[in-house]
């Protein structure tokens, strides 16, 4: 867990300045997720204090990263940034956690562990949910995906190549480089279900 951990740091670290670099090029959306100024704190800390106190289980972190990814799909013009990617941390893993798990704690909780006031929390819960169109539900396909391709990275350390990242914008491109496609995924799984049953 402290590879994924630190591997996802890594990756986020990554992508935040590259879109820091890229916001004097392409003009980005100033949301309720944005600080005023860039938390002193670093990501890796940041995620170790949520994994610490948040005691979710391990999948919510992998489907935290697929809600990530399914956010800055929907919402193009609010790139992950060194302003905005504590708290879009701290509520997809506290999304992921009452999607997931059967116990999770209160809003008022991960608002203390993500150091934000609870009000604060509630908002960011709410545009996150908007922001990806309440699409929560992750197959069972798209879990095994998503976790494959991040042992695949973690396997080839150092750290991902951030413009194979589905969360990484190019200059070039204003569209997101998807590392996989679900809908194709989900295609490949009706094919091979079609051949076993011919």
């Given at each position: 867990m402290s590879k994924l951990i630190t591997f996802l740091s890594s990756?986020?670290?990554k992508v935040a300045e590259s879109n820091d670099v890229n916001r004097r090029f392409h003009p980005?959306?100033?949301?309720?997720?944005?600080g005023l100024t860039i938390p002193t704190i670093s990501i890796q800390s940041y995620l170790e204090r949520i994994f610490k106190y948040?005691?979710?289980?391990?999948?919510?972190?992998?489907?935290?990263?697929?809600?990530l990814d399914r956010f800055t799909q929907h919402q193009p013009s609010l790139?992950?940034?060194?302003?905005?990617v504590h708290r879009l941390?701290?509520?997809?893993?506290?999304?992921?956690?009452?999607f997931l798990d059967d116990m999770y704690y209160n809003n008022a909780y991960y608002a203390k562990v993500g150091g934000i006031s609870?009000?604060?929390?509630?908002f960011l819960e709410v545009d996150f949910l908007f922001g990806m169109s309440f699409h929560l539900n992750v197959t069972p396909n798209t879990f095994?995906?998503?976790?494959?391709?991040?042992?695949?990275?973690?396997?080839?350390?150092?750290?991902?190549?951030?413009?194979e990242s589905s969360l990484y914008r190019t200059a070039r491109s204003p569209k997101l480089q998807l590392c996989f496609n679900e809908e194709e995924s989900t295609?490949?799984?009706?094919?091979?279900?079609?051949?076993?049953?011919?």
């Open positions: 990756l986020l670290q980005q959306k100033i949301s309720v997720f944005h948040a005691n979710c289980s391990p999948s919510c972190f992998v489907v935290a990263y697929v809600y790139p992950i940034n060194s302003f905005n941390l701290i509520t997809s893993v506290m999304v992921a956690a009452k609870t009000t604060e929390m509630n095994h995906t998503y976790c494959s391709y991040l042992q695949r990275e973690m396997i080839l350390q150092p750290p991902v190549n951030v413009a295609q490949q799984q009706q094919q091979q279900k079609q051949q076993l049953a011919v």
